[in-house]
Nanobody, 115 residues
Framework: QVQLVESGGGLVQPGGSLRLSCAASGITFSIYAMAWYRQAPGKQRELVATITKTGSTDYLDSVKGRFTISRDNAENTVYLQMNSLKPEDTADYYC?????????WGQGTQVTVSS
C-alpha cells in the first residue's frame, strides 16, 4: 500500500515560517521525483516545487527565494520549508510522487497565512 502523509500545516502570521513534511511508504522513495502542489479556494491547483531523484529543484516563480524543497531518502520524506509567508500562500498543500506510470498523492495539509 502506497501512502503519502503530509504534516506541518497550520496558521501562521505573514512573514512567518512553516515547514511541511511528507512521509512516504510503500514505494522505493529514492527513485521517485517528488513535488509539492497547492490549491487555494476557487483557484486551480498549481505546482509549487519539484525535486528530482538526483536532487535538482525547481520552483514556482512566486515562491522562489522563499521556499525550499528538500528530501531525506533515509527517512523517505520530502520537505517544504516556507519562509516569508504571504497571505496569498494560503492553500491546501499536497505532496506528489512520480515515477513513470506511478503517480501518487497525499491527502493534503492546510496552510493559512493571516494576521
Amino acid at each position: 500500500q502506497v501512502q503519502l502523509v503530509e504534516s506541518g500545516g497550520g496558521l501562521v502570521q505573514p512573514g512567518g515560517s512553516l515547514r511541511l513534511s511528507c512521509a512516504a511508504s510503500g514505494i522505493t522513495f529514492s527513485i521517485y521525483a517528488m513535488a509539492w502542489y497547492r490549491q487555494a479556494p476557487g483557484k486551480q491547483r498549481e505546482l509549487v516545487a519539484t525535486i528530482t531523484k538526483t536532487g535538482s529543484t525547481d520552483y514556482l516563480d512566486s515562491v522562489k527565494g522563499r521556499f525550499t524543497i528538500s528530501r531525506d531518502n533515509a527517512e523517505n520524506t520530502v520537505y517544504l520549508q516556507m519562509n516569508s509567508l504571504k497571505p496569498e500562500d494560503t492553500a491546501d498543500y499536497y505532496c506528489n510522487a512520480h515515477f513513470f506510470k506511478s503517480d501518487y498523492w497525499g491527502q493534503g495539509t492546510q496552510v493559512t497565512v493571516s494576521s
